[in-house]
């Protein structure tokens, strides 16, 4: 690809031009635009803590608020993001975003994908006095 130094021109150049961000010492393509004033939103929240995860080797899910919300089972919105990790707890902040990666037994981090544990979290959020056939039926 070149040098050390060509590439981090490349980089500077293209923070620059406001294609990428920084998010830490790593650049980040916007992956959003907000559509009304077309300017672009940072990256979500699940991206980043699937990049901490990759970066640190741990893996992490939502919580069952969060969860919940994003499959559209609550319209509840927790105030701070929590996500579940088999790694230590800590706060997350960056720039205006900040979230919570709090330390997990491993039976509430279920094998399998992102979607199926993310399900398992919410189902388990709810109780089982609320799960009834609307939230079974949700798409």
Known sequence: MGSRAALDQSLFRLV??????????RPVPFSRMNERPNIPLGPHLDDIAEAL???????????GAVAANRLGLSTQVPAIPVYLSDG????????????????????????GSRTIAMVFQALRHLGQANV????????
Request: hydrophobic residues 30%; without cysteine; positive net charge.
């Open 16 to 25: 620059q031009g406001g294609e990428i961000q920084r998010l830490g010492a």
């Open 53 to 63: 995860g990759r970066q640190t080797g741990i893996r992490g899910v939502p919580s």
């Open 88 to 111: 230590r707890t800590r706060q997350v902040r960056i720039s205006t975003m900040a979230f919570q990666i709090r330390h997990a037994a491993p039976k509430e981090l279920p094998a």
């Open 132 to 139: 009834d056939d609307p939230v079974v039926g949700q798409p």
